[in-house]
Nanobody
Framework: QVQLVESGGGLVQAGGSLRLSCAAS????????MGWFRQAPGKEREFVTL????????SYADSVKGRFTISRDNARNTVYLQMNSLKPEDTAVYYC????????????????WGQGTQVTVSS
């Protein structure tokens, strides 16, 4: 069992930055690949980025490529999402998720989810 707790969301102006964190419980964090998803009001949950168990492999949605960076610290059981050059369309609840590899941009492949953290980008 893995419990995930996101933090770091908030209100920011367009062009600003935020850093989200996702802290995981348990001693098996490094055995899970991790992903970030987001869901805006009235829209389906969408893939943002993922990172492999070691951190060597990453993948990004085209909409965030070049602006967002995912990283992880297995010693701290934490995954991060650095978000730069934020746009109003990035406004959503952001969720982190853990999955046994192989994982992809399909949320069905993830076993555990956090409760989400709100990110609001004003224009």
């Amino acid at each position: 069992q893995v419990q995930l707790v996101e933090s770091g969301g908030g209100l920011v102006q367009a062009g600003g930055s935020l850093r989200l964190s996702c802290a995981a419980s348990g001693r098996t964090f490094s055995s899970y690949a991790m992903g970030w998803f987001r869901q805006a009001p009235g829209k389906e949950r969408e893939f943002v980025t993922l990172i492999s168990r070691s951190g060597a492999g990453t993948s990004y949605a085209d909409s965030v490529k070049g602006r967002f960076t995912i990283s992880r610290d297995n010693a701290r059981n934490t995954v991060y999402l650095q978000m730069n050059s934020l746009k109003p369309e990035d406004t959503a609840v952001y969720y982190c998720a853990a999955g046994r590899a192989p994982i992809s941009d399909n949320p069905a492949g993830y076993n555990y989810w956090g409760q989400g953290t709100q990110v609001t980008v004003s224009s």
